[in-house]
């Protein structure tokens, strides 16, 4: 019975991660751009997920659609941030 309680609260738990990318080394010859991975961190929000890359960035950022479960915010010079929902199985 208990096990089955944990699934239940688990269910209901809305997660996203930011996702920021560092595009430094774009721009060079064909085949030798890449990008990093500069971290991926947790929120239960949207909405704090949004305000903690803005902050990190020091401007208001112009989130568009990206996939059905997913927002980007574009390029932004040397950086691009990605929100994904995480989805758990029950």
Known sequence: MRRYAKRTILKDINMFKLISEDLT???G???SEFTKTNYIKYF???VKAKKY?????NEQIKWVP???NSITSG??????Y??????TED
């Open 66 to 68: 990206y996939t059905r």
């Open 53 to 57: 890359a803005e902050e990190e960035y």
């Open 29 to 31: 010859r064909m085949g």
């Open 25 to 27: 080394n774009l721009g």
């Open 44 to 46: 239960k929000s949207l």
């Open 82 to 87: 990605t929100i994904k929902r995480v989805e």
């Open 75 to 80: 390029d932004l010079r040397y950086v691009i």
